[in-house]
């Protein structure tokens, strides 16, 4: 069954920290790896994205690392501020299939 | 806003009701999407229609009835729902250069059956 496992389920940083959040995947042939904010009353968001080709991707505060090798990719949120705090799904897909989600991450930024 | 707009928001229905979701999107998308969210789970894919035509059954209870009459347009018909059935259900597009990649999603029909 195809799955993608995200940890952990919560998180709390301080202000100014580094927010990690980590995904492992089991289906080789995925080829895109997504990564979706959601605040609290509203649909998740598309924050970042990474295909197998390369090991890292970076948008502002927002960094993708992907480890092909151990089938494993993470979410790093340089200088975490209030405004992070919300729920993180990594996710998976072929394109032609449907997104596989991981269980989400519940982020709390502390002033 | 992101362009999906979903109606109601929020609905309560008994077992024996039949009711439906309505979804809208204004951004020119020609693939759309059904979720289901539930606490402590992935979200499940449960339909997807690409062009109006369904591309995807994800082995959903019938009593969960899909209809895409248009690109901008999709429904999700309820009826004889199980108290397990309340969930948030999140409609998304996405052009179909980027099937099941780049989704918008609404933000949500929180239904609640009793």
């Known amino acids: 069954q195809q799955q993608v496992k995200q940890s952990p389920q919560s998180l709390i940083v301080q202000k100014g920290g580094i927010s990690i959040i980590n995904c492992a995947y089991e289906n080789t042939a995925f080829d895109y790896f997504p990564w979706y904010q959601q605040f609290p009353g509203k649909g998740p968001a598309l924050l970042i994205a990474?295909?197998?080709?390369?090991s890292e991707k970076k948008e502002g505060r927002f960094t993708i690392s992907f480890n092909k090798s151990a089938k494993q990719f993470s979410l790093h949120i340089m200088d975490s501020q209030p405004g992070d705090s919300a729920t993180y799904f990594c996710a998976a897909t072929l394109g032609t299939d449907g997104l596989t989600f991981g269980k989400g991450t519940h982020l709390i930024i502390q002033p | 806003e992101t362009g999906v707009t979903q109606t109601p928001r929020h609905l309560v229905m008994g077992m024996t009701n039949k009711k439906s979701l309505k979804c809208e999107q204004h951004?020119?998308?020609?693939?759309m999407y059904w979720y289901k969210q539930s606490a402590k789970k992935p979200l499940e894919l449960m339909f997807v229609?690409?062009?109006?035509?369904?591309?995807e059954n994800n082995s959903v209870p019938s009593r969960f009835s899909p209809e895409c009459p248009n690109s901008s347009h999709l429904f999700l018909h309820l009826h004889t729902l199980q108290p397990e059935d309340s969930a948030l259900y999140l409609c998304?597009?996405?052009?179909?250069?980027?099937?099941?990649?780049?989704?918008?999603f609404g933000s949500g029909t929180q239904l609640s059956v009793l």
């Open positions: 998304a597009s996405s052009l179909r250069s980027q099937f099941n990649e780049k989704l918008f």
């Open positions: 951004l020119g998308h020609n693939a």
């Open positions: 229609y690409s062009l109006e035509e369904r591309v």
């Open positions: 990474i295909r197998p080709d390369v």
